[in-house]
């Protein structure tokens, strides 16, 4: 087996350009929104999907530990090179074809959320999945994730989108799952295996995604509630009335306070600090039209206040709150754990309950939004770095919030999966057995443990390790 460095040089002469091996590009591919930062030996960014098998053919063969990122939008550090090696950046494979025919978008792993949602609008056509770091994440970290977003509760997450994947196996062999139909029944859904792996069992580097008809109708209601119990309470009631709102995004008063305090201006006059509920209407003009009336006579019974959209530009006005309220969290501490847990919606209010006696006990503000039409909540523990104190409550906090989760029935992670912050918790969600069957998946398609080692099955401690200081623009 050849050293790193000779492995990499014989890499250098196969792709020549692609492999970068200066201290920027290494510091560059260091570090995803996590902030944890660890050196890679180089960083390729493949021109074509068959630069990618070259890369993996030769970290197999040297037992070189490969890293797969896209844009480094996400929050675990999932996409940091914890064992050095070789980076493989797929940003540059980013080609999307729309059939407006068939209703499907045939994508490669660098293109962003974003500009498959433009591309397939373009044909009269929708894409659902839309996590909040859209306009930079990319469809490949999507499906690594199985990430979702505001729209999962109607509509449903990357799962639910992908209909085949083409991609390398950790030996460098390529491979298909599925094919451009609609049904597909031929051997093992291995498909499904790679989507939510994080990059541990194979490289995504091409997708064909099903979108479905751009709703034509859109309507934004804004409300305001007493306090959170009676905000989850509703919203529950909303949903016994088998309506689907397209949207239902809910901000605790802390969240709502930030954001207030960001734009200068009060949400509902004389209601500051309101915890509130956004909700979307998405569908046929008929269709919206007729749920807007019970929505509306639902906001009348439960709601404080509430003020519909009659504009485009009165709905982005609506819109501002949510989309200002995360950074705006910052003025509470320096750093934030967001913690995407997901929680039946039965065990709402209880969980309410829960946040309030853990701000209390922790001394620590923890603002607290999410989407409320499929129980995945970003609850934020917000605390300053230079503060030993600050730092020993959060990471108690962050551990009470795991096991309460698990406790209600609900899953540590709703959309940003493990990576390395979330191994600690990794056990209370899954039994000895559960895990013993994912090593031995893992064991069979990466036989040398090459691709993202460290994740997911090993306990990694993220206070023991510095952060980066950077803020990027993604943040959430």
Known sequence: MASLSAATAQLKRKLGAAVRTGRTARWEASFDSSKLSFLPEAVIKPRRAADVGVVLTLANRHRVPVTVRGRGTTLTGAAVPLRGGWVVDLTGLRRIRVDAEAGMAHVQAGATNA????????????????????????????????????????????????????????????????????????????????????????????????????????????????????????????????LQPAICEFLDRYSVQCAERATGRSIFAGQTG???????????????????????????????????????????????????????????????????????????????????????????????????????????????????????????????????????????????????????FFRLQHRPAQVRAMRAVKRALDPRGILNPGKMFEVFRVWKHPRVEVRLPWDH
């Open 274 to 424: 309101r915890p509130l509920i956004l909700l979307e209407l998405a569908g046929s003009v008929n269709e919206v039209d007729d749920q807007k009336l019970e929505v509306l006579a639902w906001a009348q019974q439960h709601a404080a206040a509430f003020r519909e959209a009659r504009s485009r530009a009165e709905t982005e006005r609506l819109w501002e709150v949510r989309r200002r309220c995360s950074s705006a969290m910052f003025e509470l501490g320096d750093s934030k754990l967001n913690e995407d847990i997901a929680i039946p919606m039965r065990q709402y209010e209880r969980f309410a309950r829960f946040l309030e006696r853990l701000r209390r006990a922790s001394g620590l503000p923890i603002p607290t939004f999410g989407h409320l039409a499929d129980g995945n909540l970003h609850v934020n523990i917000m605390y300053h770095r230079g503060h030993p104190a600050e730092c020993r409550a959060a990471e108690s906090a962050v551990q009470r919030l795991m096991e309460t989760v698990v406790s209600l029935g609900g899953a540590i992670s709703g959309e940003h999966g493990i990576g390395l912050a979330k191994t600690p």
């Open 115 to 242: 500009a498959v949602h433009a591309a397939a609008e373009a044909r009269g056509w929708f894409y659902p999945p839309d996590p909040s770091s859209n306009q930079y994440c990319t469809i490949g970290g999507n499906i690594a994730c199985n990430a979702g977003g505001m729209h999962g509760g109607k509509y449903g997450v990357t799962r639910d989108y992908v209909l085949a994947l083409k991609g390398f196996l950790p030996t460098g062999e390529w491979v298909e799952w599925g094919t451009a139909t609609k049904k597909f029944s031929a051997g093992f859904n291995l498909r499904d295996l790679w989507i939510g792996s994080e990059g541990l069992l194979g490289v995504v580097t091409d997708a064909v995604l099903k979108l479905i008809p751009l709703p034509p109708a859109r309507w934004t209601l804004l409300t305001a509630f007493a306090d959170e119990v009676a905000a989850l309470h509703a919203a529950r009631a909303l949903f016994a009335q088998r």
